[in-house]
């Protein structure tokens, strides 16, 4: 038997570098062997380079039913000797079905010249029809084929071992998606870039090959290489230098965590194709990947709730833990000896434009709450940069560091509450359905005073929503006399306060008795100017004078009096609370 002519290199991953890169085991080479020297193409030349995966003797005419592709056939075409053209045709197309590589025919014993039919089919869909010489056996061509073919695979088989041991070292050293990365482009010699699940990208190895434009959506195809990770093709406008953009495909490896939160491996086939060795090694990064995200979520777990304990302490006012607490402040940059206030953001939904349906299902799959708080949590992080964020059921908690100069005044309240505004709008923006409340507690001047800021905030946030709706911006600072309601629980230690011409005016039977209420409580608001209320009332200003005229009849008030005014106000506010708490 000849020697078997085809050499191969391969690709040897050592700590001086990456050598030469594997190339696969094709039609061409099996035609460089001395022994297949007269061996002639009749037809299918542009399918010499098809991976050859195997190789076995035609026997019988339904053979591709047995077929898994990238085969080399043997044959004499005795099986298929009294086929018509058609069905020649019909079988070699059927051959390419399956993905054969290659028709090799041994005629002259049984079918003394091989059919035009064949050798045009095979042109026709790039399967190669090689005609070998009577002369040489089957072995002398299946030895050397199977015996390369194992070669190659023991050759696959110490590249993943070398791939393996190389990405498995990146992660026990700690080195971070960007080595993976870089590791996995220099292996498969294009560029390599991490997205996240929105397809915004994270980290890239090179800049240039970033695409421009995405042309389909991801696409799932046959694969190529078989791999224990799924993978998607995307076709990408990519800009390279000052050239003209050109379209390329994209590999996209979704890679899973812990959590089901994905990020997406994206190759780019800006240089070349990628080979069964190139996937090879993008199996062994995805791993690597997958696991440096698993660890990045424990230690961001871990880290979360170390903050966490450590904002619960100060919200509790352990004085008994503030030098612990100062202790494990400091391990993380926190800085206690600043003066902070508490925000809290509470979320509510209000299905007001769903129906009953509707509404129980995104109750019962908390799905819009969830994406709401990632939309909120976000929205605080970005327009209070230096605070520190800790979420409660519904409800984000903000430590904002307050400036000595410009914080503690009105004019920093104001930017405060200008900010928070903007968040509500925002979150309104994406979910209409859901209602954002914030109360702002006083400034603590120490770390002990957190504890009682966050308790101030919590009761602007309740008495807020009681005497300004559910989306109040609401400072304990600006509650003013209201700031005693929060003391009285009770309902009926509050209603004690309300005067008694106010309550003859709510035990009166008059049929417009609740006109009569709003009437004064808008009346009040414009400090008892009754043109301002009649505009706001929408009704005429005489409609307004003979309303606080019945009211004087009922409840003999003196609106001159200012202490009794003072006495109503605070009366209608107390109202309002008493109605909202039923």
Known sequence: MEPFLYIKTAKIISNEGVGVKDMEFRVEHILRMQRLQDAKVLGGENGLSNVIKGITIMEAPDIADWLKGGEMLLTSLYPIRNYTE????????????????????????????????IVEAGEQVALPIIQIPQDIPYVDVLYPVMEELFNNQVMKLKYF?????????????????????????????????IYDRNFVCMTATSSYTMPIEQRDSLVEREKEVETKFPYYWLTAQILEGESQPQFVEQVVVPIRTINHIKVHLVITEAHKRLEELDFIAMENAATALSLELVKQFAVAEVEREFKNDIIDDLLAGKSQMLETVYHRANLIGWDLDRSYSVLLFH?????????????????????????TFSDLHEAVRSHFVNGILRRRGDTIILLLPVNEQEGKGKSGLSAVKERAREIQEKIRAKAKDIVVQVGIGNVAETVMDISRSYQEAQDALDLGEKLYGKESITAFAELGLFRLLCQFPDTAVLTSFIPPSLNRLVESKSAIKNDLLHTLEVFLEHNQNAAKAAHDLFVHYKTVMYRLERIREITSMDFEDSEEMLGVRVGLKILNLVKTEK
């Open 86 to 117: 058609d069905e020649q045709r019909e079988f070699v197309l059927r051959l390419a079905e399956k993905k054969v590589s290659a028709l090799m025919i041994k005629n002259h014993r049984f079918v003394q010249k091989i059919p035009d039919a």
């Open 347 to 371: 979320v509510k939904e209000e299905f007001t434009s769903l129906s009953q349906n509707e509404m129980d299902k995104l109750r019962s799959s908390r799905s819009l709450q969830t994406k």
């Open 161 to 193: 071992i070398e791939v393996h041991d190389r990405f498995t070292a990146l992660s026990l050293t700690d080195a971070g998606l960007e080595s993976i990365i870089t590791t996995l482009g220099e292996l498969i010699g294009n560029p390599v870039a």
